[in-house]
């Protein structure tokens, strides 16, 4: 069974740093790529970045980009997600999503249960 | 305002066939696939349809998807109570060079 747990959010202030990791299990890690996806309280989904199987691509949402930084650690079955210089309109539930291929230009097929990251002073 | 456009709702009755449409463009529906994501209430998304129409293992035969164009619609028939959730559509954008959500449809089961 695919699991996917994410940890790491909780309260900070604005400007403030934040890593949120998301730990695996259930399915060959290192021959898939991954995805964060947030959602603002009562709002849709907003896809944040992703990350090949092997770390060779990397892509951000212009919203994010120069601040959060993904990374993966296939020996450890582990995806991170490193949030530098947080904002208010940072404020929102964090997905970790396994992607369906290699490449992170395919959809997620799992989603893990999220953690809540509050911006606010 | 999202990249991909939803109707906000839709509803239907115990039964009933419903449709949920997600308009895009060429750089995004137009030149790859379509992903359905159902959300129950307080839950995490769910994978419904992937590739445009490809229903994955557990989701059942009353969910289709279809794709023409730049446009796309995931159909539900026989309708039932637990289908009362939030519906996305998703699909990556060659221009953005990044993922793009529809901005959900709450379907409400009468």
Not at chain 2, 60 to 83: C, M, N, Q, V, Y
């Amino acid at each position: 069974e695919v699991q996917l747990v994410e940890s790491g959010g909780g309260l900070v202030q604005p400007g403030r740093s934040l890593r949120l990791s998301c730990a695996a299990s259930g399915f060959t890690f290192d021959d898939s790529a991954m995805h964060w996806v947030r959602q603002a309280p009562g709002k849709g989904l907003e896809w944040v970045s992703g990350i090949s199987y092997n770390s060779g691509t990397i892509g951000y949402a212009d919203s994010v980009k120069g601040r959060f930084t993904i990374s993966r650690d296939n020996a450890k079955n582990s995806l991170y997600l490193q949030m530098n210089s947080l904002r208010a309109e940072d404020t929102a539930f964090y997905y970790c999503a396994k992607v369906e291929a290699r490449e992170y230009n395919f959809g997620s097929d799992y989603w893990g249960q999220g953690t809540l990251v509050t911006v606010s002073s | 305002q999202s990249v991909l456009t939803q109707p906000p709702s839709a509803s239907g009755t115990p039964g009933q066939r419903v449709t949920i449409s997600c308009s895009g463009s060429s750089s995004n529906i137009g030149s790859n696939f379509v992903y359905w994501y159902q959300q129950l209430p307080g839950t995490a998304p769910k994978l419904l349809m992937y590739r445009s129409n490809q229903r994955p293992s557990g989701v059942p035969d009353r969910f289709s998807g279809s794709k023409s164009g730049t446009s796309a619609s995931l159909a539900i028939s026989g309708l039932r109570s637990e289908d009362e959730a939030d519906y996305y559509c998703a699909a990556w954008d060659d221009s953005l060079s990044g993922w793009v959500f529809g901005g959900g449809t709450k379907l409400t089961v009468l």
